[in-house]
């Protein structure tokens, strides 16, 4: 089949602002969207310019808004988003500065995974074995364990787009995956900052991150749990 | 641009992670890690299964045991000293992720959870173990979060994005490192007192694998480029069950549950195989196995090129509990729910026992003679200890990770915390500018991206799963052909900017020297064993070969590469296992 693949273009050494361009890629329906954007670079145009590495949707770096949602290029297949003849458009995550073409500045969203504290804290002296933990206990924090750290849930909040300095929905999914963990004992630190005015009262439940996550983890319902965690119980 | 620091750390997955922290545990040094992805991203990150570890959790084990089942299913290539510091250490350095808040999936009594694993047995082989220590089906992940969060508690100083493009070294003393910054396209230079390479291996030199497009052996290529040995290279693991056509790695783990391999007909066909631990032989065992079944007709599919993995007989709760990420992966890129039918799958290239030559301190070695190349450090998939022998068993590459990049770590700063700074050479970039204007300035029409292609199809061809002598020496003239048209390769991008054009096609190059190395000590290799499986010399030869290959780059006659050996130990401290024929 063959699809037109309609890629945002931008790069700041020789353009003034963003353009579309077309390709039209032969390709199967199973292929998945790093395949078609592959193609291009490899044999169409050698300037395009993603993240990419796993291929295969565990590490997270070729997140970018497929079709008008936020998707890793590498876990969404072509049959999914097009039929033969159809069109697929692809453009960089929002929200954060677009260094370019569908390459953007990730700082800002790793200085708010840092903010949150998210590293295990516990200074009790270690016992010979494990810290012994029931099956139970590492259920409530499993879903948080998936995240990794794609930017699909954060740059998919409208209240992101609008203000850079909200942390976020994927910090927030890092402290609640340690707030949760029975082992942990750094939660009044991490609450105290959740509670400030760019923490977690910024979310307004609009679901999008939960809708964006390509590990299917349940974000919104997350982020309401660690509201509860601040209002019950320390901060 | 200019750096300075005790220890620098190149690669950011859990080797290089775990290398930082004990390095920065010496406060008299300063550490940085320098990676060409961000941390997150790194491919420890796609480890799925487990790592092994004799904790004794489920069923008594032993870390005995554990260094048998290594020496044993690394075909008695591996050096047994590094297995027994392994099978000890290993132990405690689980507890030791445990107690940074590695969330392990957990037995009913709270204790870390453990299944099995390929080649994991107890009492020498009688029967299968649960070893393998798991966080669901995502403990790679798991572990580099967790290394990567700590490193963040600690405060590490990290140049992500930085692609390296050489190693500074001079008389057989490592002075530091050149990289280009990813963001601007400028070149810097990195100078210290010790440097340690973590920066993985080198799957795709080949068509089908299951490693990330980054992993194009790049430290492994330079450290090969200044005429310092490699290691074994020809031994080069595929893992039995990689998505069909994708090479989508399915974890072990899912035979550890209970998984089972069936051909066309539905036969169980392990059980010709391995009659006592069936399908969880270790990999190399299994993945010929798959591949007899294929070429003798026993294949399924379109093109009969495929084998079924069966998991549909296991409760619906312990797949999607216990393997849920594969459950997507099968759902998402074939259509298939594993619950209700079979995965079809195919062997992928996956992990390179061989590499950069350490001790057991991960010092780089110069020579097979021991001589060191003196602040120069080597641990996880770039290096070669040698732990993994001719083949490596399930869980140990995690193992390993955390075992010899903590050891390689402690050492780098005791070094460094000594030694002083070298004097660089008068100018330290001028090898890999001249890289890099040649690729920018050629006007030659040549394509990297059909280079690379027709590289990893013949690789897969020639030097895969099955070879012989005459594909071989076809090879070593392939890459030869591939290397001349490697020159007339351009670069089309003039930007500076996150050229990726350009860091594509330097990664073409190392790709291209790997697999001229890697040919000529597989071709060189007059026998079978582990991974290594020959057609025109089907029997593992002791009296011969017994030994670990170092491949040097001939720099007086280049595209000749110079062969030379270095003894297997076959002691550990206080255990030795004697070479013995290899059934299970």
Same mark, same amino acid.
């Given at each position: 089949?063959?699809?037109?693949?309609?890629?945002?273009?931008?790069?700041?050494?020789?353009?003034?602002?963003?353009?579309?361009?077309?390709?039209?890629?032969?390709?199967?329906?199973?292929?998945?969207?790093?395949?078609?954007?592959?193609?291009?670079?490899?044999?169409?145009?050698?300037?395009?310019?993603?993240?990419?590495?796993?291929?295969?949707?565990?590490?997270?770096?070729?997140?970018?808004?497929?079709?008008?949602?936020?998707?890793?290029?590498?876990?969404?297949?072509?049959?999914?988003?097009?039929?033969?003849?159809?069109?697929?458009?692809?453009?960089?995550?929002?929200?954060?500065?677009?260094?370019?073409?569908?390459?953007?500045?990730?700082?800002?969203?790793?200085?708010?995974?840092?903010?949150?504290?998210?590293?295990?804290?516990?200074?009790?002296?270690?016992?010979?074995?494990?810290?012994?933990?029931?099956?139970?206990?590492?259920?409530?924090?499993?879903?948080?364990?998936?995240?990794?750290?794609?930017?699909?849930?954060?740059?998919?909040?409208?209240?992101?787009?609008?203000?850079?300095?909200?942390?976020?929905?994927?910090?927030?999914?890092?402290?609640?995956?340690?707030?949760?963990?029975?082992?942990?004992?750094?939660?009044?630190?991490?609450?105290?900052?959740?509670?400030?005015?760019?923490?977690?009262?910024?979310?307004?439940?609009?679901?999008?991150?939960?809708?964006?996550?390509?590990?299917?983890?349940?974000?919104?319902?997350?982020?309401?749990?660690?509201?509860?965690?601040?209002?019950?119980?320390?901060? | 641009?200019?750096?300075?620091?005790?220890?620098?750390?190149?690669?950011?997955?859990? !080797?290089?992670?775990?290398?930082?922290? $004990?390095?920065?545990?010496?406060?008299?040094?300063?550490?940085? @890690?320098?990676?060409?992805?961000?941390?997150?991203?790194?491919?420890?990150? !796609?480890?799925?299964?487990?790592?092994?570890?004799?904790?004794?959790?489920?069923?008594?084990?032993?870390?005995?045991?554990?260094?048998?089942?290594?020496?044993? &299913?690394?075909?008695?290539?591996?050096?047994?000293? !590094?297995?027994?510091?392994?099978?000890?250490?290993?132990?405690?350095?689980?507890?030791? #992720?445990?107690?940074?808040?590695?969330?392990?999936?957990?037995?009913?009594?709270?204790?870390?959870?453990?299944?099995?694993? %390929?080649?994991?047995?107890?009492?020498? %082989?009688?029967?299968?173990?649960?070893?393998?220590? $798991?966080?669901?089906?995502?403990?790679?992940?798991?572990?580099?979060?967790?290394?990567?969060?700590?490193?963040?508690?600690?405060?590490?100083?990290?140049?992500?994005?930085?692609?390296?493009?050489?190693?500074?070294?001079?008389?057989?003393?490592?002075?530091?490192?050149?990289?280009?910054?990813?963001?601007? =396209?400028?070149?810097?230079?990195?100078?210290?007192?010790?440097?340690? #390479?973590?920066?993985? &291996?080198?799957?795709?030199?080949?068509?089908?694998?299951?490693?990330?497009?980054?992993?194009?052996?790049?430290?492994?290529?330079?450290?090969?480029?200044?005429?310092?040995?490699?290691?074994?290279?020809?031994?080069?693991?595929?893992?039995?069950? &990689?998505?069909?056509?994708? &090479?989508?790695?399915?974890?072990?783990?899912?035979?550890?549950?209970?998984?089972?391999?069936?051909? *066309?007909?539905?036969?169980?066909?392990?059980?010709? $195989?391995?009659?006592?631990?069936? *399908?969880?032989?270790?990999?190399?065992? @299994?993945?010929?196995?798959?591949?007899?079944?294929?070429?003798? %007709?026993?294949?399924?599919?379109?093109?009969?090129?495929?084998?079924?993995?069966?998991?549909?007989?296991?409760?619906?709760?312990?797949?999607?509990?216990?393997?849920?990420?594969?459950?997507?992966?099968?759902?998402?890129?074939?259509?298939?729910?594993?619950?209700?039918? #079979? @995965?079809?799958?195919?062997?992928?290239?996956?992990?390179?026992?061989?590499?950069?030559?350490?001790?057991?301190? +991960?010092?780089?070695?110069?020579?097979?003679?021991?001589?060191?190349?003196? =602040?120069?450090?080597?641990?996880?998939?770039?290096?070669?200890?040698?732990?993994?022998?001719?083949?490596?068993? %399930?869980?140990?590459?995690? =193992?390993?990770?955390?075992?010899?990049?903590?050891?390689?770590?402690?050492?780098?700063?005791?070094?460094?915390?000594?030694?002083?700074?070298?004097?660089?050479?008068?100018?330290?970039?001028?090898?890999?500018?001249?890289?890099?204007?040649?690729?920018?300035?050629?006007? +030659?029409?040549?394509?990297?991206?059909?280079?690379?292609?027709?590289?990893? *199809?013949?690789?897969?061809?020639?030097? +895969?799963?099955?070879?012989? =002598?005459?594909?071989?020496?076809?090879?070593?003239?392939?890459?030869?052909?591939?290397? !001349?048209?490697?020159?007339?390769?351009?670069?089309?991008?003039?930007?500076?900017?996150?050229?990726?054009?350009?860091?594509?096609?330097?990664?073409?190059?190392?790709?291209?020297?790997?697999?001229?190395?890697?040919?000529?000590?597989?071709?060189?290799?007059?026998?079978?064993?582990?991974?290594?499986?020959?057609?025109?010399?089907?029997?593992?030869?002791? *009296?011969?070969?017994?030994?670990?290959?170092?491949?040097?780059?001939?720099?007086?006659?280049?595209?000749?590469?110079?062969?030379?050996?270095?003894?297997?130990?076959?002691?550990?401290?206080?255990?030795?296992?004697?070479?013995?024929?290899?059934?299970?």
């Amino acid at each position: 089949m063959k699809v037109n693949v309609k890629v945002q273009r931008y790069n700041p050494e020789k353009d003034k602002k963003p353009s579309w361009q077309s390709f039209a890629v032969e390709c199967e329906p199973g292929d998945r969207v790093l395949d078609l954007l592959n193609h291009i670079k490899w044999y169409m145009d050698s300037t395009l310019t993603y993240r990419r590495s796993c291929a295969h949707g565990v590490c997270g770096s070729d997140a970018m808004l497929i079709n008008g949602r936020n998707r890793l290029a590498c876990k969404i297949l072509v049959k999914d988003l097009a039929r033969d003849g159809g069109t697929i458009t692809v453009e960089p995550i929002r929200g954060l500065k677009v260094e370019r073409d569908l390459l953007v500045d990730m700082e800002p969203f790793f200085d708010a995974y840092r903010a949150v504290m998210p590293f295990f804290i516990n200074d009790d002296p270690v016992p010979a074995g494990e810290r012994l933990q029931s099956v139970e206990d590492r259920a409530i924090f499993d879903e948080g364990t998936k995240c990794i750290l794609c930017a699909c849930c954060t740059t998919s909040c409208p209240i992101f787009w609008v203000n850079g300095r909200y942390l976020g929905p994927a910090s927030i999914v890092q402290a609640h995956r340690f707030i949760f963990d029975s082992r942990d004992k750094g939660s009044d630190q991490r609450l105290k900052v959740l509670n400030q005015n760019t923490g977690v009262w910024r979310c307004r439940t609009a679901y999008n991150c939960t809708e964006a996550c390509p590990r299917d983890i349940p974000i919104t319902e997350l982020i309401e749990e660690v509201k509860r965690a601040v209002l019950y119980q320390k901060a | 641009m200019h750096h300075r620091y005790d220890v620098l750390v190149v690669g950011a997955g859990g !080797a290089g992670l775990m290398a930082s922290l $004990y390095a920065a545990k010496n406060k008299n040094v300063s550490v940085a @890690v320098i990676s060409k992805l961000y941390p997150t991203r790194s491919h420890t990150g !796609a480890a799925q299964g487990g790592v092994g570890a004799a904790l004794g959790n489920v069923n008594e084990d032993h870390w005995e045991w554990h260094m048998f089942d290594t020496i044993k &299913g690394g075909d008695y290539l591996t050096d047994q000293d !590094a297995a027994e510091i392994f099978s000890k250490d290993v132990i405690e350095a689980v507890y030791e #992720l445990e107690h940074m808040g590695l969330p392990f999936s957990r037995l009913p009594n709270g204790k870390i959870a453990q299944r099995k694993f %390929g080649g994991h047995t107890r009492e020498y %082989g009688k029967s299968a173990v649960e070893r393998a220590c $798991y966080a669901v089906d995502r403990t790679g992940h798991m572990i580099l979060q967790t290394l990567y969060q700590q490193n963040v508690k600690a405060g590490t100083t990290f140049y992500n994005e930085f692609q390296v493009l050489d190693l500074i070294i001079e008389d057989n003393v490592c002075k530091g490192v050149v990289a280009l910054e990813l963001s601007s =396209g400028e070149i810097h230079t990195f100078h210290a007192k010790s440097v340690i #390479l973590a920066s993985g &291996g080198y799957g795709r030199v080949f068509k089908i694998t299951s490693n990330a497009l980054s992993l194009t052996g790049d430290l492994m290529s330079i450290y090969y480029r200044k005429g310092l040995p490699l290691e074994d290279l020809e031994f080069y693991q595929f893992h039995p069950t &990689g998505i069909a056509k994708l &090479g989508i790695l399915i974890t072990e783990g899912a035979r550890g549950e209970g998984g089972i391999l069936r051909n *066309d007909s539905g036969e169980r066909f392990m059980e010709r $195989y391995a009659p006592t631990i069936k *399908d969880l032989a270790p990999r190399d065992m @299994v993945s010929r196995a798959i591949y007899r079944e294929i070429r003798e %007709g026993r294949g399924v599919g379109k093109e009969k090129d495929a084998i079924m993995l069966d998991l549909t007989h296991l409760p619906k709760d312990i797949i999607e509990s216990r393997l849920p990420d594969i459950t997507d992966f099968a759902r998402t890129y074939l259509g298939v729910d594993p619950v209700k039918e #079979l @995965v079809p799958i195919q062997p992928t290239a996956h992990y390179a026992m061989g590499g950069v030559p350490t001790t057991i301190d +991960g010092e780089a070695l110069a020579s097979e003679d021991g001589t060191l190349v003196r =602040g120069l450090y080597a641990a996880g998939e770039v290096a070669c200890v040698s732990l993994h022998g001719a083949n490596r068993l %399930g869980t140990n590459s995690l =193992g390993d990770l955390i075992v010899f990049g903590r050891r390689a770590g402690m050492a780098a700063a005791k070094f460094a915390q000594k030694a002083e700074f070298e004097t660089l050479p008068n100018n330290p970039e001028a090898y890999s500018k001249g890289l890099i204007d040649r690729l920018r300035s050629n006007s +030659g029409t040549d394509n990297a991206a059909k280079i690379r292609k027709e590289l990893q *199809d013949t690789m897969m061809m020639n030097v +895969g799963i099955f070879r012989n =002598g005459k594909d071989m020496e076809a090879q070593v003239k392939i890459v030869k052909e591939l290397q !001349a048209r490697y020159k007339n390769v351009s670069v089309a991008d003039p930007s500076a900017r996150y050229n990726t054009e350009l860091v594509e096609a330097l990664e073409l190059g190392f790709l291209l020297d790997i697999a001229e190395a890697m040919t000529a000590s597989a071709l060189n290799r007059t026998e079978s064993r582990g991974a290594h499986d020959r057609e025109d010399f089907t029997e593992r030869n002791d *009296d011969q070969w017994l030994k670990h290959t170092m491949a040097y780059r001939d720099m007086n006659n280049p595209g000749n590469v110079l062969l030379r050996y270095k003894p297997v130990v076959l002691k550990g401290e206080t255990l030795n296992f004697v070479p013995k024929p290899r059934v299970y």
